[in-house]
């Protein structure tokens, strides 16, 4: 198995702009988490969603961000428009239905916002 | 809402030395989990803990579950140059959401 997949693994852009991370699950896995990881914030739950229905939001920063799945093998997190405390790496992880809760991570998107 | 707070934040350990992490939460967790990162990684999920008083080994590394499921810590043993990197302990109240401690980064002198 490939692993979860995150793309792009390095974000650069410019205040006010529109950033958009994509993430590929585990095949199989039923749930589905967005996290934030800052030195100042440490690792943060931002959404997650079982069966591609987003379960628990509260973890999202403000209005500007916003998170779908379409499917149960694809998922986005947008932020517009975006700012420079913004800036932070972006991990989505996958876990099964059953069995132990372990949690795989993607690789990450680190997110510069200049 | 539920915290869990990680102690120390730092450990600098000379190679071959022995060391323990320590994990708390503020309300009983349903279970804990603990995750290593390495620099410029991604957490790596390294065991679960759902019993009161459990412990389990992973060679040089062994962790506890407290009785009232609301405290953990990670001991290794014989520090190896391996073992760099951060250690998080997550907190479930309900088997999905987790909450993660702040983490201990270790570092190792040879």
């Known amino acids: 198995d490939a692993g979860v997949i995150q793309s792009p693994r390095h974000e650069v852009t410019e205040m006010g702009q529109e950033v958009t991370l994509r993430c590929k699950p585990i095949s199989g896995h039923d749930y589905l988490f967005w996290y934030r990881q800052t030195m100042m914030r440490g690792l943060e739950l931002l959404i997650y969603?079982?069966?591609?229905?987003?379960?628990?939001d509260s973890g999202m920063p403000e209005d500007r961000f916003s998170a779908k799945m379409p499917n149960a093998s694809f998922s986005t997190l947008k932020i517009q428009p975006s700012e420079p405390r913004d800036s932070a790496v972006y991990f989505c992880a996958s876990r099964p239905a059953g069995g132990t809760y372990e949690q795989y991570f993607g690789p990450g998107t680190r997110l510069t916002v200049t | 809402g539920q915290q869990v707070m990680q102690i120390p934040q730092y450990q600098h350990v000379q190679e071959g030395e022995d060391f323990t992490t320590y994990c708390n939460s503020s309300?009983?967790?349903?279970?804990i989990q603990w995750y290593k990162q390495r620099p410029g990684g991604h957490p790596v999920f390294l065991i679960q803990?759902?019993?009161?008083?459990e412990v389990k080994k992973q060679k040089r590394l062994t962790f506890q579950f407290g009785e009232a499921k609301k405290n953990s810590s990670l001991h290794i043993t014989a520090t190896q140059t391996t073992d760099v990197g951060t250690y998080f302990c997550a907190g479930s109240p309900n088997d999905y959401k987790l909450s993660f401690g702040a983490g201990t980064t270790v570092t190792v002198r040879a």
């Open positions: 309300t009983t967790l349903s279970n």
């Open positions: 969603f079982n069966n591609n229905v987003p379960i628990d």
């Open positions: 803990l759902v019993k009161s008083g």
